[in-house]
């Protein structure tokens, strides 16, 4: 089964700032969140036990728990478990995201890939999200810092343990789909040069979007439609910098990113297109994208979504941010054949 067909709609939701992201969100507001997702009619939420150390799969399973399961999907993710055990969160060492989840739950998070770890993350986030099953099943940052020392021995450790107990529980029915769900394209291309796993998709987070597509487009977006798999686009607005927040990436903006913003903005004014609207059109214009799923902590936020999806967009508005230079020319628009 493809992600198209387990996917209700093409907008789901990112529970990231579910899990306290960059500030201490009220359990109120948090709640509201996901009410207003499902009142606008979003059935898509994707989660993970690192979002706040199990704090979003927490108030996502409260949120939903009065919903009809048949109703929606779940995606949650494998590989960074939450202990029990608590630490001080100041003291973390969780690489470029160390301070992205610093008001989340202070547990004890740790990169396991081994197959008993990822039984057990699924039986945790069973529990955390109240529900009796999960329809896909992402492979979490396996190989964050691609660059770095440790990268090899963790993805090789994903290949002995939690791709093939994925597979397995795909092909008995336990879960529906698996990929990896990571901030980089490296992973995805290796994991596609494996022979064994047959992963039915990935999560790319902050790859193809207006600021960032280059290389997504041009080495992983080919093969993944030769392979019909579907790509689900999260960060659609790179932590924020192209709706106008100060972070890039989960640091703050650099100068040169801040010029590509304004000058995207600027177009968009001219047009009264909403950044929005530039953003989530953009990355779901390419035919290998299944979904995207932006992230929200205020309920404001979510009609805010669902307006920019359906917001019509001249075709001259696409025209001219490609002769600005600021889209690949190759990248697919809305409206192309």
């Not at 939903?64 to 969160?89: F, M, N, Q």
């Not at 993944?224 to 579907?230: F, S, Y």
């Amino acid at each position: 089964m493809s992600l198209k067909q387990i996917l209700p709609g093409r907008l789901g939701f990112g529970a990231a700032p579910l899990g306290n992201m960059f500030r201490a969100i009220p359990e109120d507001e948090a709640l509201a969140t996901v009410d207003a997702a499902w009142d606008d009619g979003i059935r898509y939420f994707d989660n993970a036990p690192f979002y706040g150390a199990g704090l979003a799969e927490i108030r996502m399973g409260e949120a939903l728990a009065a919903r009809p399961r048949g109703d929606y999907v779940i995606s949650t993710k494998v590989g960074r478990i939450v202990l029990d055990e608590v630490e001080d969160v100041a003291a973390r060492d969780l690489g470029e995201k160390g301070d992205v989840f610093k008001y989340g739950r202070p547990n004890r998070i740790v990169n396991d890939y081994s197959e008993d770890a990822t039984l057990r993350s699924i039986e945790d986030s069973l529990k955390r999200l109240k529900t009796d099953r999960i329809e896909i099943v992402w492979v979490h940052d396996v190989a964050q810092d691609f660059y770095g020392d440790e990268w090899l021995s963790m993805f090789e450790g994903a290949r002995k343990g939690a791709f093939k107990t994925l597979d397995r529980l795909r092909d008995e029915g336990v879960i529906k789909a698996w990929g990896l769900g990571v901030n980089k394209v490296e992973p995805i291309e290796l994991l596609l040069d494996l022979d064994g796993p047959r992963p039915d998709g990935s999560l790319l987070a902050g790859r193809y979007t207006l600021l960032d597509h280059d290389r997504a487009l041009q080495r992983l977006m080919p093969r993944a439609e030769e392979r019909g798999l579907g790509i689900v686009v999260g960060g659609p607005y790179s932590s924020g910098a192209l709706v106008g927040g100060p972070n890039f990436e989960y640091a703050p903006a650099t100068p040169a990113i801040l010029n590509k913003v304004a000058r995207i903005k600027a177009i968009a004014d001219r047009y009264g297109i909403s950044m929005k609207a530039a953003g989530l059109q953009f990355s779901l214009a390419h035919p290998a994208v299944t979904a995207v799923i932006p992230g929200a902590s205020r309920p404001s936020r979510i009609a805010e979504d669902s307006a920019a999806l359906n917001e019509v967009v001249p075709a001259d508005f696409w025209a001219d941010l490609r002769r600005a230079g600021l889209i690949n020319p190759e990248a697919p628009i809305p409206g192309d054949a």
